[in-house]
């Protein structure tokens, strides 16, 4: 795919994902052993193009961790990641490269992830530089024309980063992610740094983009308004583990695992589903020493001694797949 084609919606998977884990060593002090910080622990999941997953969850349950790995950004400990048809830990080399350009990765804070002394040109440019197949004027047409399709006008071109708003930063960290026509978009919280009065604008610029080139988002967010209005389907994690999966209107509507209950209750703005929880009490267990058992219950209202002693797995109910031992009873 060249960097004037769109992308074309697919059948097949666009990401697809296997028991994804990532490891890291932490030391505690000079005759302390290190201790194993789990930050994503056995995470599966599957997105075709066009469509929108969310990974929401509490700070430091390992969402930014796996938007890295998803961005091919860090290596995963162990698991596979798999971009249409290449896995990415088997590639060397030219495909590589290849597959890297396939995925793309938007930030957080849009002014930290553009180069101040560049100028919008340049900044969009660098890509195209770097893939080396288009023209220097083929080169400034594709700037000009991606700039247009981010709501920048030809006149800003030449100016820096310290030039725009916050939103108009992101739009430009937008346009740079796009400009190789990748398959698939990791967000990484891209509206929390910015004005709630630009974020609907931003949030709907991404819409009309994955429309416009038929990209597969992932989402990582705190923010579950926000990924009422956008998701397609909804991952919750908690400790580095996915506790529910569902279509967003499934989950909403009527989510399963208590902790999804619980962030739906505690999130304004957000109608409260039937039989939501009281917000979430208390703070998570420390990643490096979990509680056995179900890794929630510490703060669940609804565990009982099964709970304590086996870790769920992930299985169906209803439209949800669910890591809860009662999630039928408390439904």
């Not at 346009?175 to 929390?192: F, G, I, N, Y």
């Not at 990209?215 to 990924?227: E, K, M, N, Q, R």
Request: charged share 25%; hydrophobic share 40%; net charge positive.
């Amino acid at each position: 795919m060249t960097a004037g084609q769109p992308g074309s919606v697919l059948d097949s998977p666009v990401l697809d994902v296997t028991d994804l884990r990532r490891t890291y060593r932490v030391r505690r002090g000079l005759w302390r052993k290190p201790a194993a910080l789990r930050a994503v622990d056995g995470v599966s999941l599957a997105l075709q193009a066009g469509r929108t997953l969310a990974v929401v969850g509490e700070s430091g349950c390992g969402k930014s961790t796996l938007a890295r790995m998803l961005a091919l950004l860090d290596t995963p400990t162990s698991g596979t990641i798999r971009i249409g048809d290449a896995d990415a830990a088997a590639v060397q080399g030219d495909e590589k490269r290849a597959l890297r350009r396939s995925v793309q990765m938007v930030f957080q804070n849009p002014f930290g992830s553009l180069n101040p002394r560049r100028t919008v040109a340049g900044i969009l440019d660098e890509p195209l530089v770097v893939a080396g197949e288009l023209s220097r004027a083929d080169r400034r047409a594709a700037v000009l024309d991606m700039m247009a399709r981010v709501g920048l006008r030809p006149d800003q071109a030449e100016r820096y980063p310290h030039m725009f708003s916050g939103g108009q930063r992101q739009r430009i960290a937008i346009a740079r992610a796009l400009m190789l026509r990748p398959r698939l978009v990791v967000a990484d919280e891209p509206v929390s740094a910015l004005d709630v009065s630009v974020r609907a604008q931003v949030l709907n610029l991404l819409m009309d983009l994955q429309d416009g080139f038929g990209l597969a988002y992932v989402l990582i967010s705190h923010d579950l308004g926000v990924v009422r209005h956008v998701a397609d389907e909804v991952a919750v994690m908690y400790l580095g583990r996915i506790v529910e999966q569902a279509p967003r209107n499934a989950l909403f509507g009527r989510p399963r695992h208590p902790y999804t209950r619980a962030l739906l209750a505690a999130t304004p703005g957000v109608q409260r589903p039937p039989g939501a929880e009281e917000p979430v009490r208390g703070e998570p267990p420390s990643p490096l020493d979990p509680p056995s058992g179900c890794p929630y219950h510490t703060r669940c209202l609804h565990a009982v001694q099964a709970c304590r002693n086996a870790l769920p797995a992930l299985r169906q109910v209803d439209a949800s797949l669910v890591a809860c031992h009662r999630a039928e009873d408390i439904a």
